[in-house]
């Protein structure tokens, strides 16, 4: 009889001598894992794996899956944030540490999530029976996507109130004559404090400072900034914002309702119609006078920037978070795929697609930059900006004067919102997925079980969320912003690179690999995985914590106790990979030593720990093997 040792979460391998003297596999008894020897033995020398037999649901097409994962990568970040850095560090010269950090850091973290999940067909909590001692990690990255989407949600709502404005006879940001304008109000003032940093979407409302009609349309007309003057005076939410963060959360829920066979058919329009606006706003932009110097002034190379650290820093943190590893997104889209689909090949494509995508945005973005720093003659430093500044504020101004100005500002903010929505689909499903999956018990045999899940999580990330549409939710946003998914989904990607190449073992994560697409992974990848990515990941944190900055959005510094509030929401997330480590420690039977045998060992190799009293992640060869 040939035996053989298997790491199975659908099921246990039965394996067989045929006829013609070849082992032959059967997946059989969906509650058992492993298969001992007759003599009781484990043999775990070689690992393989059949294709899974159990229920969970797959993506319809291969391409479903695939948009899906393209569509969370490519968000609103590709529009407003990669084309500012890339002039504001060195233009062409900036693709330099961008492409660097992309291929030694981002993309095999990207790849290690996917065929993580694809192998396992687990959710990102559940995933960690590979390495209970981690299953803390799942737990940070479901808190994170959750905690990011109370104020991710707002930017498609702001996107959604700016689309219905646009199709009113003048667009409301054109002159200073409305009733919100202030006697700061200026038509042509360009907006040169806008470019602060990412969640500076205020920037135009600096005191004694000459503002734009789009500024103060944005940080009057929408935001009513002038209502407050911080957290402790934050007002009632305005009711025309709650309609739009209605209307997202009621689309969000009817994509993801019915799981992915829902929303695997809604990416096929949000994943594919900005790429269509992008194009013609471009076409249009390189018709405006000034759109050539916009692009020479985006691309022109500056060598000398790369001597500067922090042109690396943002290139690491831009290409990590525009990846998206870390937020366990990709790891629950990765789970519903068929067993050999060629993960390697989407990770591949998505990588290209974003980085094309941010490229060519930036192409967009600057035509028009150009074409509004001739018309106002000013030199585009001037107008250039990032984050929603960006989008809500010089965008729209400098479209405002076009002939079909209702047009081209339609087509914009209803390309934003197909952004975000596909990103905003992607975080609510981790949420859905990871929890689903890890109380199986509780949700297995309730009907509606996933739609009134579903309602549910949606209904608590809109109550949270609508804090931010008070006239004071700005600060409230820019929080949120800082702190939900900063240094926590640094930890959560760190730790999941530290628990799966070493703890796992790259050897035993390289026959999963070559269990599903044929072929091990090659050095390349291995030497990224446990080395290169997590000093990667270590980098940016130890230069973020050292560039760190007081707290302050504009004139307003934020005060002790909403720093310490920011401080205890990223804690809250990080804290649960220590706390799930000691309570899993202290659950499990037995010694220290026993204890921490089955912490770092899949939970199908348990019953072999317990008949053989070997465990081969004790043995210097597991922890060298490269």
Request: overall charge neutral; some cysteine; hydrophobic content about 50%.
């Amino acid at each position: 009889m040939c035996l053989v040792s298997v790491g199975v979460s659908a099921g246990e391998l039965q394996v067989r001598l045929s006829p013609s003297g070849a082992c032959e596999s059967l997946l059989v008894n969906p509650d058992a894992a492993t298969v001992p020897s007759a003599g009781g033995a484990h043999a775990s020398a070689v690992t393989t794996r059949a294709a899974p037999t159990d229920t969970r649901e797959t993506w319809t097409s291969g391409a479903d899956f695939l948009l899906s994962i393209i569509g969370f990568a490519v968000d609103l970040a590709n529009v407003w944030r990669f084309p500012y850095l890339c002039y504001k560090n060195g233009g062409g010269a900036f693709l330099i540490p961008y492409a660097l950090m992309l291929v030694l850091g981002a993309v095999p973290l990207f790849y290690m999530e996917l065929a993580l999940g694809q192998f396992t067909r687990q959710g990102p909590i559940s995933v960690w029976r590979v390495c209970p001692l981690f299953k803390g990690v799942g737990f940070c990255a479901v808190m994170v996507a959750f905690y990011v989407s109370f104020y991710y949600n707002v930017i498609i709502g702001w996107a959604l109130y700016f689309l219905v404005a646009s199709a009113t006879p003048e667009l409301p940001w054109l002159h200073c004559n409305n009733t919100w304008n202030s006697e700061l109000c200026q038509e042509g003032t360009p907006n040169a404090s806008d470019a602060v940093n990412v969640s500076d979407v205020a920037a135009t409302a600096l005191p004694n400072q000459q503002r734009s009609p789009a500024g103060e349309y944005f940080n009057r007309a929408v935001l009513q900034m002038q209502y407050s003057d911080g957290l402790h005076a934050m007002g009632v939410p305005r009711w025309q914002l709650v309609l739009c963060l209605l209307l997202v959360y009621s689309m969000l829920y009817l994509s993801l309702f019915k799981g992915v066979k829902s929303s695997g058919k809604v990416v096929w329009a949000t994943a594919t119609m900005p790429y269509v606006v992008l194009s013609i706003l471009l076409v249009r932009g390189v018709m405006l006078p000034g759109a050539g110097a916009g692009i020479i002034y985006y691309l022109k190379p500056e060598l000398t920037r790369l001597a500067d650290t922090e042109v690396w820093l943002d290139a690491a943190v831009q290409i990590f978070y525009s990846v998206g590893a870390g937020f366990g997104v990709h790891l629950s889209y990765a789970s519903y795929n068929t067993f050999h689909n060629n993960c390697l090949r989407d990770c591949l494509v998505t990588t290209a697609v974003n980085c094309f995508t941010s490229f060519f945005s930036g192409f967009v973005i600057f035509t028009y930059l150009g074409f509004m720093a001739h018309k106002q003659g000013v030199p585009i430093a001037d107008v250039a900006a990032e984050g929603p500044g960006l989008v809500f504020q010089v965008y729209p101004e400098a479209v405002a004067t076009l002939p079909g100005s209702h047009l081209w500002s339609m087509l914009f903010f209803f390309m934003l919102i197909m952004l975000g929505l596909d990103s905003a689909m992607g975080g609510m499903e981790c949420v859905i997925t990871g929890l689903m999956d890890e109380f199986r018990g509780f949700f297995s045999g309730r009907r509606f079980a996933r739609e009134l899940f579903t309602l549910l999580a949606a209904a608590v990330s809109f109550s949270v969320a609508l804090v931010n549409v008070t006239p004071g939710g700005i600060y409230m946003f820019h929080l949120f912003d800082t702190y939900s998914a900063g240094i926590s989904l640094l930890c959560s990607a760190l730790f999941e690179a530290i628990a799966i190449s070493w703890f796992y073992g790259l050897d035993q994560f390289s026959q999963d690999i070559e269990a599903m697409l044929g072929s091990k992974p090659g050095l390349y990848w291995r030497i990224c995985w446990k080395f290169i990515s997590p000093s990667f990941i270590i980098g940016v944190v130890i230069f973020g914590l050292v560039d760190a900055k007081p707290l302050q959005y504009l004139e307003y510094k934020y005060p002790t106790w909403a720093v310490g509030m920011g401080w205890t929401l990223a804690f809250s997330s990080i804290s649960m990979i220590p706390l799930v480590a000691v309570i899993r420690l202290l659950r499990t039977p037995g010694t220290l030593k026993q204890r921490i045998a089955y912490n770092i060992t899949p939970i199908e190799e348990h019953e072999s720990i317990r008949l053989t009293n070997k465990v081969s992640r004790f043995r210097c060869k597991h922890w060298l093997y490269v």
